[in-house]
């Protein structure tokens, strides 16, 4: 089957390779589509860091050239020997994520955080190719609430705004204001928006500020009291700054953009004005995925705005990885059909069948 294989930085083939087998717990998808994101185009151009190309994983083992993608959804064609045949036929969303349910990190409820914490298309073979396998555990049943295969690729990147969102302990009574809603910070906008949270932006690009108002953010005038929560998902020095800035005292700060070198904190501050600073990274399936799979279907006009194409595999280096690596990403996200030999529209239009109840 044709595959987008990682080789080094810069250098991502079009290739043949063999269809994988799925492992006794795994089913075998074949992809619907699958999205990318900036943690691809930091692979691509300044990598590899989190791909196993060079060094082996410990937890999957793998080594070498690695086919790209881990945001996916497909319908299952074969499963592996522990589970149930009858599973052939269904649309499935993956986390892509994979943790051992037997560390302490697990026990608590804290996947994310599993000490042999690995993911589908970051560290083994992903879904930028016509089959993957990914086990049934990090899926969801996408076809139950109607989704299109197009739709139920946008339920991993969702899944971490939802996880976003739940670190920050959010309450509808409380106001927010976020920092970047390209990428991530668009599906976040909507979350809180879905949640009955009053949610201002900031946001530089004039479109994504117009798409932000779509999914249901204030204007930023609007902003009314100040905000018990910021999100900076920037990554950048500046938004960092003008998140802090407007954070009030007893304020929590929720960095989601993920910071590019050290920056000096005033701990001092931290304590009088009884700041909290919260991480979030990924997402842990059992908590997110089922919110997530809620919410994108629950927005009855589509995606169409957020994701409105979806590429070949030939096009993912062109058109996909270049864009978001100089940031001129046409899309707030970006999805590659890797059956199709021409970029075509995505389909959101509900779909009437549904399995399971
Ligand atoms: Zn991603
Ligand atoms: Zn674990």
């Known amino acids: 089957m044709p595959a987008a294989v990682f080789h080094g930085r810069g250098d991502v083939r079009v290739e043949e390779v063999a269809v994988p087998r799925p492992g006794p717990n795994e089913v075998l998808l074949s992809v619907a589509a699958a999205g990318i994101c900036g943690t691809d185009a ?20 793998h080594l070498g050239p690695m086919v790209m993608g881990h945001e996916f959804a497909g319908t299952v064609v074969a499963v592996g020997d522990e589970l149930d045949p009858g599973l052939v036929g269904r649309l499935v969303a993956s986390a892509g994520s ?5 560390c302490w990190q697990c026990a608590r409820g804290r996947g994310n955080m599993c000490e042999s914490y690995a993911a589908v298309g970051l560290h083994r073979d992903g879904a930028l190719a016509r089959y993957v396998t990914t086990p049934l555990a990090n899926c969801v049943f996408a076809d139950e609430h109607g989704l299109t295969g197009d739709a139920a690729a946008l339920v991993q990147p969702m899944s971490i705004a939802v996880h976003a969102a739940r670190r920050s302990r959010i309450t509808p009574e409380e106001r927010a204001v976020l920092v970047g809603a390209g990428g991530i910070g668009a599906f976040l906008v909507y979350v809180l928006g879905r949640w009955g949270v009053g949610v201002a932006v900031r946001e530089l690009v004039d479109e994504r500020l117009e798409l932000a108002r779509r999914l249901g953010a204030a204007p930023l005038e609007e902003e009314g009291g100040p905000p018990a929560v910021v999100f900076e998902v920037s990554g950048t020095v500046a938004g960092y700054e003008s998140a802090l800035a407007t954070l009030p005292r007893g304020g929590r700060l929720v960095l989601v953009g993920i910071q590019k070198r050290p920056h000096p904190v005033d701990l001092g501050r931290l304590t009088v004005s009884e700041l909290e600073f919260v991480g979030t990274n990924a997402m842990v399936y059992q908590d997110d995925l089922p919110e997530a799979v809620r ?6 006009e589509g995606w169409a705005d957020v994701a409105p194409t979806a590429l070949t ?6 058109h996909g990885l270049e864009p978001l690596t100089q940031g001129r990403a046409p ?3 970006m999805l590659v059909d890797p059956w199709a030999n021409a970029s075509r529209p995505t389909a959101f239009a509900r779909r009437k069948e549904s399995h399971g109840t």
């Open 42 to 61: 930091a692979e691509y151009a300044h990598g590899p860091s989190m791909f196993p190309v060079e060094r082996r994983h410990p937890a999957t083992g």
């Open 98 to 102: 994979l943790c051992c349910g037997a």
């Open 331 to 333: 899309a707030v996200k």
């Open 313 to 318: 595999l030939d096009e993912l280096v062109p």
């Open 295 to 300: 919410l994108v279907a629950a927005r009855r």
